[in-house]
Structure formats: C-alpha cells, structure tokens
C-alpha cells in the first residue's frame, strides 16, 4: 500500500523496513525525532502485523520484590531504602510462602520475582527462595532477577558467573527479567545510577545467562537526562547482542516515574513520547520477537493504543506492582484476567493468554 507520510523522511524507511532491510542509527534518530507519530506507527504496526497479526499476549502473573533495602541508591528509584530506615523490610520464608498461599486459586503462570540488593541476604537466601516458590508454585515458571542482582549473587557467593547461573537454574530460575540496563550508556550511569553494574559488565551478564539457556527480556528506562541518540544507541546494542546470542524474548520501554526520586523535578514522559518508544523499539529491535507496552507504566488506556504502534503484548496481571508506585504511577497496582482481556478486546485484538515463553494457555 503507497500512504503519504507528514515526514518525507519516514519513506525511505518504509521502503527498508518492506524490503526487510536493517535500520541505521540515523533511521532510529528520525523515528524519534519525527513529529509524524501516525506516519511511524503505520511503519511499526505493518511489522507488528507481519509477526503476530491480530494477537495481543498477555500473562497471569504475579510480582514478588522480595527486599527494597539495596545498597545502590540509584538516583531514578524510589522504591529502595537503607538498612534500618523506615518502610524497609525484607521478606522471610515464611512471608514469601503466605504470599503466594494469599493467591494460590489465581491461575498464576509466571512468578516475577526481584528485589535489592541487600547486604544481610546469603546466596542460600535465594536458592531457598526459587526452591519455596517452586515448591508452592510449581506449574508456574519463574522469572527472576535482573543482571544486577546476578553480578551481586555472583560476588556475593564467591562462584564464577556461569556457576553462579548453573545454581540458580537448578532451584529453579527459568527465566530473567529485563530490568537493569537502564541506558547502555557511561554518560547515564555515572550521572544516574553510579553503584550499579554499567554497560560493558550488563551485556557480559546478558551474553553469560543467554548462553547457559536461559531466556531474558531487555528494557529501557526512557524519560530522564538520555538524549535520542542515546536511546538509539542502546537499541542497537540490544539488537547487536540478540544477533549474537538469539536469547531475548521481549524488549519493555520502561517510562520515567519521577516522584519521590532524586530527579522529582523532571516531568512526567508524555503520551507521544510513550508511543515514539513503542514504536522504535519495533521498528529498530528487527531481531525481538514481541515488543511489551507495560500498562503499569504508561497506563492502561494508552497501553491499548500502543498495540497499535508496535507493542504485539500487555504484560500481566501482576497482582501488586509495588517499583513504579512508589515513584508515583497512577495506573491500577494489579489487573484481572477478565480485565486483560476485556482491554485487548476493545482496542480491537484477539487476546492469546501465554506462558513465561509465549506459549498459548487456554483460556478458562
Ligand atoms: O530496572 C526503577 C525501572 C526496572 C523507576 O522483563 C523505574 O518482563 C520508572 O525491569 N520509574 C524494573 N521505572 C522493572 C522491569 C520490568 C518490568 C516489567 C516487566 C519486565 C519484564 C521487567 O524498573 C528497573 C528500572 O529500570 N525503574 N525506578 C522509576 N522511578
Ligand atoms: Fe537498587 Fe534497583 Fe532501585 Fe537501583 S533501581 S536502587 S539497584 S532497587
């Protein structure tokens, strides 16, 4: 089909992304820099159809964050706290098992499981963790920790990085969430989140896990002091990685909540930045089979539009969102399954429920 952009610079990247051809740095700028949002999501919706049609995935699952003490600090989080400080806390055994007993006649498919990195917590913490989860749950599949916390486990154990994976997977680790990344960029960390794992050790991690068979998903926090190119950039180091390693599932733009954060002064990211991010990720993450549009983030009304800019999956039904509500989102904390789907039915998709690894459930 010939449609007519607003942005004369979107056709020569129609005509590559119909030939199936590689966007450039300078493509993913454009897709950004671009006022004509319709124009790019025409581009990234003709991808998303091409995938996945008109299916929109969803899964039951349920959020754990098994600490907020963490010793990072990092200046965009609002959830982590010191040792001792009010709100604190730390989840035993007991409390984790009470958790998901309170949600056991939810029909809960994936446990996603992370917290901070908290210095009283041993290694045996966290395999009695995957093992008591496994054990209470054990149709559901566990998605658990982000690079950061497996460079921490790693240290913290004494175990080279593949060993430390090998355990983990053992007691049950099937699959590992994006978070951690943030931006792949030396700039960011140092000004943003200095204590953390940076760029070269992320992808290290990424590349380690991937390679021991466990799948991961990539996120990008957008919405701070990160310029476009910046964006782009970590973009195609994603893109560069799953060529190597085939082993992302999905890539989550994750939207900057700045409330209660050290950077409260910036605003909030707005609904075209939103889609802008949707839309890029589809169109420059050309090897990522789904592209995720987090309700808990951007909210659930434009979380529907952004199945039509590229996002072919909603996330979940969460149960308690506990990281973004603390910096302020204003979407609910859990959704139902009836609510999941009724979202994805009336912004005109046929809701497929799935598994940690996009296999279909049946629905009940
Ligand atoms: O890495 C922290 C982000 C991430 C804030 O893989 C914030 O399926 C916005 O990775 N405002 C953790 N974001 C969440 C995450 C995730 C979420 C949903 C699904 C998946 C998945 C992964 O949350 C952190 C950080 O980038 N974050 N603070 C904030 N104030
Ligand atoms: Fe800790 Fe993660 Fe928050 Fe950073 S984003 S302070 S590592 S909990």
Request: glycine letters at 6%; hydrophobic letters at 40%.
């Amino acid at each position: 089909m010939n449609i007519s952009f607003l942005d004369e610079r979107l056709e020569s990247i129609y005509l590559k992304v119909k030939e199936g051809s590689r966007l450039s740095k300078e493509d993913g700028i454009c897709i950004y820099d671009t006022q004509d949002l319709l124009g790019i999501g025409h581009i990234a919706n003709y991808v998303r159809y091409n995938l996945h049609g008109n299916k929109a995935f969803y899964v039951n699952n349920q959020h754990l964050n098994y600490t907020n003490i963490c010793k990072n600090r990092c200046r965009f989080c609002a959830y982590a706290k010191d040792d001792g400080e009010k709100g604190s806390y730390v989840w035993s055994m007991e409390e984790i098992e009470k958790r998901l007993m309170d949600k056991i006649e939810e029909p809960v498919a994936e446990l996603h499981i992370v917290g901070g990195l908290n210095e009283n917590l041993s290694f045996e913490y966290f395999i009695d963790l995957l093992k008591t989860v496994k054990r209470v749950r054990p149709e559901a599949s566990i998605k658990a920790f982000t690079c950061v916390e497996i460079d921490y486990l790693s240290n913290l154990s004494g175990l080279s990085l593949e060993e430390t994976v090998h355990q983990l997977k053992e007691a049950g680790l099937e699959m590992m969430p994006g978070g951690g990344a943030e931006v792949l960029n030396t700039r960011i960390h140092d000004a943003l989140f200095p204590k953390k794992i940076g760029h070269d050790r992320w992808l290290e991690i990424v590349r380690t896990v991937h390679k021991a068979g466990i799948k991961t998903n990539a996120t990008m926090l957008y919405g701070h002091i990160e310029t476009l190119e910046e964006r782009v950039d970590h973009l195609i180091a994603l893109r560069d990685l799953q060529d190597e390693t085939n082993g992302f599932t999905a890539f989550i733009p994750l939207a900057f909540h700045s409330q209660n954060t050290q950077l409260s002064h910036l605003p909030s990211t707005t609904a075209m930045d939103d889609l802008k991010n949707v839309a890029a990720a589809r169109l420059m993450l050309d090897n990522f089979p789904h592209i995720k549009a987090y309700w808990v983030m951007i909210g659930e009304s434009l979380a529907q539009v952004a199945l039509n800019f590229g996002a072919d999956d909603l996330d979940g039904t969460i149960i308690e969102e506990r990281i973004t509500h603390t910096a302020g989102a204003k979407s609910a904390k859990g959704l139902t399954q009836d609510l999941m789907e009724e979202m994805i039915r009336s912004a005109g998709f046929e809701p497929v429920q799935r598994d940690s690894f996009y296999n279909p459930i049946q629905s009940k």
